[in-house]
Structure formats: C-alpha cells, structure tokens
C-alpha cells in the first residue's frame, strides 16, 4: 500500500468504519468483487478527502490537460459512497457494469467491471466529451500513480486576489459564464462575513440556473457554506427543497445535506 492517503482534517465524504459483512453484502449487490487495495484502503477509513489531487493521462482531457484532477475517493456504505453508482449511471448515461468511486457530474473514475468480475481497470469517464481513457490497469497502480499538482493551488491563489463590489459579484453569477462565474464565488468564500445574507440569496437563484453545470456548482458550493456554518438553519432547509425539486440535482441532497450518522 501506498504512503499515507486521506486528509486528517477533513471529514467530507467519510463514512463510518467498514465491516466485512457490509463488504460482503455490497460486493453480492453490485455482483462484483470489489478491488483488495480498495478494501485496504477503506479499512483505513472508509471513504474521504484525499491528499493527492492529480493523476496523468496519456490524452488530453477536455480541460486540455494532461492530468486529470482528483479530490477524493468514494467509500462503502449501505446508500452512499459507490452504492450511488447504479442511481448515478442512469441519471448521466454512463456505461453499464461500472461502479464509481469518485466525480462530480462533468467527470467520473471508476472501476471497469465490462470485461471482468475482479480487479477491473480504472478510468475516466468526461460526460462532456463522451470520453472514456483507461487511466490504470487495477486500483493498487492507480493510487502509485496519484500525485500532487503544486499548480492547482497556485491558480486559486491568483484568483482570490480579484476584488468585487456586491454589484459586480451579482452580475457575475447570473452571467452564465463559468470564467466570471468562478472568481466571484472564490471571492465570497474569501469575503463570507457580514454578507451572509447577500450569499444566501445568491445561492438559491444560482440553483434554478437553466445550466446544469451551475446547478452543480451551486450544491457545492452551498455546501461548503453549510460546512463553515455560515447559512441559516432556514435557508439550508429552502436549498434542500430546491435540490429534491430538481431530477438533474436530486441527488445532492442526500449526499450534501442528510443528517450524517
């Protein structure tokens, strides 16, 4: 295995401790055998943040990079983690006889179970492009091959920098254009105090966007807000609403929102 993997500081994505009866019930659900680096890893913690963000690819990807971008790996549970990936293929028109283990809608990894039963072949999967590249041939080289990407951070860095009035960041969130989009919403992390309620609303208007993809962006979003503790019991309860309101988003509400156990 492995140097050590998962965030300590960071508790989105993590489940409670596996057993082997729920890896053996899972495993008979899924009709698969589950990766035993996986298993490894997840008796580690099951599911979470990870430290290393990055993973290169042969081909360009539709960011047109070579790499592509990983911020955790998806555990075991009874209704979460990889047990979405029945829920989740239909809802994107992924391929049959996957399971996912990390993604976010634009893009997905997963475990390729098309051609066998056990210790199936990694890849990646852009819905965008309708692109699939095989990034590993099994799990326990697919976490060697993970790494760090210092440059990642460096561009948020250089986006925090960017002032806004209000106005300004209004304007940008209801411009449809990810490039505006983007830095606006960095800045309000970045500027969280004293306009609580100026996010709130903004939030609950980015979720009715006629674009999916800023439809995802504000569930995210909403989120880490939640996290920080930043939005009010009420508005928690609205966005939720709107969540389960929507088919293409639906999901997020349970995964972002249901009382943790």
């Known amino acids: 295995m492995m140097k050590k993997i998962w965030q300590d500081e960071n508790e989105y994505y993590k489940l409670e401790p596996l057993t082997t009866k729920a890896i053996e019930k899972e495993e008979k659900e899924l009709k698969v055998k589950l990766p035993a680096a996986y298993i490894e890893l997840l008796k580690q913690q099951n599911g979470g943040m990870i430290i290393y963000n990055a993973f290169p690819v042969n081909e360009q990807t539709s960011w047109g990079e070579d790499f592509i971008h990983i911020e955790h790996i998806l555990g075991l549970a009874e209704k979460d983690g990889i047990m979405q990936s029945e829920y989740l293929i239909e809802e994107w028109g992924l391929p049959k006889e996957i399971v996912l283990f990390s993604g976010d809608g634009h893009s997905w990894i997963a475990f390729d179970y098309r051609k066998t039963k056990e210790e199936p072949p990694i890849i990646y999967i852009d819905t965008e492009r309708e692109q699939i590249i095989e990034l590993a041939p099994n799990f326990s080289e697919f ?119």
């Open 143 to 261: 976490l060697t091959g993970l790494f760090v990407m210092e440059e990642l951070e460096d561009t948020v860095i250089e986006v925090e920098k960017t002032e806004y009035t209000l106005e300004e960041v209004e304007a940008a969130l209801a411009s449809n254009d990810e490039q505006e989009l983007i830095p606006a919403i960095d800045y309000l992390y970045e500027n969280s105090k004293g306009n609580e309620d100026f996010i709130e609303q903004q939030l609950l208007k980015l979720l009715k966007s006629p674009q999916l993809e800023f439809k995802q962006l504000a569930a995210n979003v909403a989120d880490g807000f939640n996290e920080t503790g930043l939005l009010s019991h009420v508005t928690v309860e609205k966005i939720v609403s709107v969540i389960r309101k929507d088919k293409e988003i639906e999901y997020y509400a349970d995964m972002y929102f249901s009382e943790k156990k």
